[in-house]
């Protein structure tokens, strides 16, 4: 039986396990972490992301998890439309949202008995001989197999080892999440209901609204942004500091801020990859180690295609490998892997730098600039990125 070590059991390991065990191969899924864990927000799950997520197991039940993500448009923060929510076109799956803990719930519904999960295990050896299997370690066990799939999040052990010339920056952002649950959450008009996203001067604020069941209890999501390094304070001077930030902006945002708790908060530092790796697979012993997710291409999170990038990753990989028999065949499907995905997310990642000057636009003549350019460059720029980034296909 072929044999695969996936590093990582966040939303990329998790999806590349439960793929290649469907598939017969024996997988050891190794996380750092006690125990395999959703952070407590959401995400939008744009047509590729969902697409990919159909390819790799047609019976996830996806849908019955995500909900259809209205267009809310764009707002200035007095409320006025920058572009004015639209109708999307009907083909193929609308962008959905989904919660993390439903997320995380499906992909390990999809493992099967050919994964052994080891948790508190975290890898910071590598060996990547050309004549040699390829094989990760912890410092007291290596662990060989004919794939290793590094799914360790933008900070991986086995990208630093095999292509340190991709450093980890900051963005220049920071950003917050918080899902307030349906309970707590505040009444809103049809209007406000629907969410949406509003640009400031260096400040960006997007809202939508989960379904009805999300994580067993609906709610909110909401997602701030803001130019500057990370606060250091306790989440609740944070919570405080936007809610002074955000204090003029239209509803709903300060609804949403003050029905927000400490312990809702999720803050963090936006980083990425400068450059991307030089290699995305790297052929030896009878196969070799393939980068995804994060590992392979962190962005920061203005497009919301981090985890869909990550999927089609997956459904990239699985294919490639489905039939490669370990030895040369499984060798060539890590450089065509390697081939077939650096383009695609080096594309994305172009976009998600140009929309990260529109939300970083600050001053008066930038941001009048900004704003004027907004309404035309919607089709251009923010349709564009999303349009030709969602049109991803998997492979037949
Ligand atoms: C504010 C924000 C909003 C976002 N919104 C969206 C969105 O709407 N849509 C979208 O598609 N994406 C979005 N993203 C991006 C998305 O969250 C990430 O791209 C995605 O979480 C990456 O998943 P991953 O599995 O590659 O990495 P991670 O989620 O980081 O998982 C890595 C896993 O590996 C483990 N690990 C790390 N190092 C080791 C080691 N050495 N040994 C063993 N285990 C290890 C970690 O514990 C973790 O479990 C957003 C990101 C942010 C910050």
């Given at each position: 039986m072929r044999t695969a070590v996936v590093v990582g059991a966040g939303m990329a390991g998790l999806a590349a396990a439960g793929a290649l065990a469907r598939d017969d191969w024996q997988v050891t899924l190794l996380e750092r972490g006690e125990r395999v864990a959703a952070p407590p927000t959401a995400l939008v799950l744009w047509p590729n992301g969902r697409r990919a997520l159909d390819a790799l197991d047609p019976d996830g039940g996806w849908s019955s998890i995500a909900a259809p993500l209205p267009d809310g448009g764009v707002r200035r923060p007095d409320g006025q439309f920058l572009v004015a929510p639209h109708t999307r076109p009907g083909a193929g799956p609308a962008p959905a949202v989904v919660h993390l803990e439903d997320l995380y719930d499906a992909l390990v519904a999809?493992?099967?008995?050919?994964v052994e999960i080891r948790t508190g295990v975290e890898i910071t050896k590598v060996r990547a001989h050309r004549g040699s299997r390829p094989a990760v370690g912890d410092g007291r066990v290596f662990y060989e197999a004919d794939l290793i799939v590094a799914?360790?999040?933008?900070?991986?052990a086995v990208r630093h080892a095999l292509a340190p010339e991709a450093v980890v920056v900051g963005s220049g952002f920071a950003a917050w999440q918080a899902v307030v649950p349906r309970y707590r959450a505040p009444d809103l008009p049809p209007d406000q209901a629907a969410g949406g996203e509003t640009l400031g001067a260096g400040y960006r604020f997007v809202s939508m609204p989960l379904g009805e069941r999300a994580a067993g209890k609906g709610g909110i999501y909401w997602v701030a942004t803001a130019a500057g390094a990370p606060r250091p304070e306790p989440a609740a001077t944070q919570l405080a500091l936007l809610r002074r930030w955000f204090a003029a902006w239209h509803p709903p945002v300060g609804e949403l801020l003050a029905a927000t708790r400490p312990e809702d908060l999720v803050p963090q530092e936006v980083r990425e990859l400068?450059?991307?790796?030089?290699?995305?697979g790297f052929r030896c012993g009878s196969g070799g180690v393939v980068l995804l997710g994060d590992a392979a291409h962190a962005m920061p999170h203005h497009l919301g295609q981090g985890a869909c990038l990550a999927f089609e990753d997956v459904a990239t990989l699985r294919s490639l490998v489905a039939t490669a028999s370990p030895g040369a065949e499984l060798g060539q499907a890590v450089e065509d892997y390697d081939r077939a995905r650096r383009p695609r997310t080096a594309s994305v990642v172009r976009q998600t730098r140009r929309m990260s000057a529109v939300v970083q636009a600050r001053g008066r003549l930038a941001l009048r600039a900004r704003n004027a350019a907004l309404g035309s460059l919607r089709p251009r720029i923010l349709g564009h990125a999303h349009g030709h980034t969602a049109d991803w296909q998997p492979p037949e």
């Open positions: 999809g493992l099967n008995d050919h799914a360790d999040g933008i900070d991986s400068r450059p991307l790796p030089r290699a995305y």
